[in-house]
């Protein structure tokens, strides 16, 4: 009975594994095992009745009273109202009409307008489905390739996993407990490193294959096109303003900026003349499923992590890592491939809510010397992470980003085209890893210069 409560960690560990593949629903599959386990645990001597007593005080208290996670709501909820009172649409069909003439103009329009709106909102499926439903179809009538046109649109869509206000950010601060505001400041930089790696391939890709991304006949500019753009692009920058502005400059923080964010929205919204109780029925109710569907699994995820570290299991994670000796960089090494992998099968919240406190111990333990701060490196391995799931969305077969766009799409691409599309993109962003890891100060020098 002794060795079953030594090695009692990893089955639960390993039918977690197993549980996820087993298509039913994540929090269900969280809560069950911790349920099975945590009687297992109680069986065994390995936890006190007691303990376990104690799990619904740390859901209330480590959730529900959770100050930073009240960011989360407001930031979706900002997001869904810029959805529903198009004020992103309006700024794409601007940037297309300006963007029209230059080679890979659509495509750039499309990047740019994912980055603005990663920056505004942060809603991934929402961002996705919206430039799916207004770029695709104009991309493909130009004569872009079907394939250049489905990896932009899916790879600009999930920029706002990483560029802050993004809600993947809030949920890592929390199950890190990291300072918020740091780690979106630490995320931004290489959130527009990757944008800029996206902008450079395409216009790479339209001038070396001119057919995949042909430039538009030139045509007169209509009557008042960069008046229209200007107005389109102060709405979002005023969100983008009043939410990343106030954390910056050091007004607000970020759960009270999200409640400006919220506000701004709606503030814009009314201007538009598009802030109607329909509207504004259509964004609360989205709002609220999708947050209920988050705080599910997180609630979830805390009741698993209570159970798993009360048998032993960060101990036993750490005695794992230390006896397979890679040395810090190979653990490191590890550590990415295996969230790599993670991402072909599991979406970033199952990721983020289960392997960030099994490798939390690890990181604390880890010193790379002089390649970075011993105090900097658990914000630059966050980043890290973040980056690295971004490919979640876009690697196949469970890539969600795909499945946004092929349902959005209506039949315009086919799935092998989305497949083919978005394999330069995942490079990309591979490549963009190896480079933040290989140069971590830019990832904290914005935190090292405004946040001293």
Known sequence: MEALGDILPGLMFLALILGLFSNLPVGIVLMG???????????????????????????FGGIIENPVLVAAPMFIFMGVVMEKTRVAEDLLIALQKVLRSVPGGL???????????????????????????????????????????????????????????????????????????????????PGLVLAGCYLVYIVLRAALDPASAPRAKAEPAEPGVWR??????????????????????????????????????????????????????AAMDGSVRTIAMLFFIFVGATAFSYVFRGIGGEHFIVDTARSLDLGDWGLLAMMMIMVFIMGFFFDWIEITLIVLPIFAPIVALMDLGDHIAKGDLIYWFAVLVAV??????????????LFYLKGAAAGA??????????????ILQLAVLALLIWQPQIVMALPDRLLK
């Open 388 to 401: 690295n799931l971004q490919t979640s969305f876009l690697t196949p077969p469970f890539g969600f980003a």
């Open 228 to 281: 229209e753009f200007l107005v389109a692009l102060a709405l979002p920058f005023l969100i983008i303003v009043a939410v990343l502005g106030s954390i910056l400059g050091g007004i607000a923080t970020p759960t009270e900026a999200s409640g400006v964010g919220a506000a701004a929205a709606l503030l814009l919204g009314l201007l538009r003349g598009r802030l109607t109780w329909t509207t504004l029925n």
């Open 107 to 189: 495509a750039l329009a499309v990047t740019l307008m994912g980055t603005i709106l990663a920056a505004a909102t942060g809603i991934i499926g929402a961002s996705v489905v919206m430039l799916t439903v207004l770029a695709i179809p104009t991309m493909l009538s130009r004569g872009y390739s079907p394939s250049l046109a489905a990896g932009t649109v899916a790879s600009a869509g999930t920029l706002g996993i990483l560029i802050p206000p993004s809600v993947m950010l809030v949920f890592m601060g929390d199950l890190l407990t990291l300072n918020l505001a740091k780690l979106f400041v630490a995320a931004f930089l």
């Open 413 to 426: 691409v086919s799935m092998g085209q989305v497949y083919r599309g978005i394999i330069p993109f995942v």
């Open 33 to 59: 095992i911790t349920l099975i386990f945590g009687a297992a645990a109680l069986g065994l001597e390995e936890m006190r009745f007691r303990q376990l007593t104690l799990m619904p005080n740390r859901i």
